[in-house]
């Protein structure tokens, strides 16, 4: 045997052997056992290099949905979080402040919650642990609550996608509308669907009574002076008024029809607009911040 070829057949030796690791499996917001491992193979044991195994199957979008919108973690800001730390005064944790703010406080009292209630000791407030403690319905209120957002690159104006669960997009921007030209795109969702701040900033208009062709709307500016329109709303959250000082991923309202768009499907009309001036296409942010196409 040629010893050039010595160092290829030793390398493909130690790419058909399998490391001795475990795989653990994660439902996020399951009532089932929160993680199962599956058993490691024995170190030097071949892995067969056809008929791969089939990949996990997808969660439903709409428990994604819950688990992403409605867990409230350090950082989480708002009503839902006073009602979370009210309970948590009233199951004794005397410590806690009800200041609407999820800090180290109340993630120590969730923590010691979770633990007394066998459950899964993270510090997160999960969709299971609020309906264990019977909060679930003031979280599905659509009460302010900042969500964590990834770290997003190659978008220009916005850090977040505005709609949160199951939705669909086009680039529709600049099409024939009985008004004009669209100056937005059209984000589908079903009705009430969290609508969130797609950057820091302030409001500084909004309505919650139908006005208009936009319905109930908001409109965000950042800090960069670049401003954001939210129209069609079916709601605006609590707590969120003219000059409130929102963070990314806060909730703003819920996906409507309301405006003009009434009596037709549920949806989100979003602009852009940098600078405060004309509107932009905001298809490619919309893209570059999505986090189904990543």
Known sequence: MSRALVPGLLALAGCLT????????????????????APAPEAGTAVPLAAPAPAPAQAAPTAVVAVRTFSLRPGSRGQAVRDLQRELRRRGYRGVRVDGAYGRGTKAAVRSLQKRLKMRVTGIADARLMRRVGLQRSITASAPVAVAQPTVTGAKYLRAFPVLGDYSYGSDFGAARHQGSHEGNDIMAPAGSPVVAVADGTVIRLSRVERGLGGLYVWLRDRAGNEYYYAHLKFVAPGIDEGSRVAVGQVLGGVGQTGDARGTVNHLHFEIHPGGGSATDPNSDLRAVDPKAR
Do not use: R
């Open 18 to 37: 399998a490391p001795a690791v475990g795989v653990a499996i994660d439902i996020p917001g399951s009532d089932a056992s929160p993680s199962v491992a």
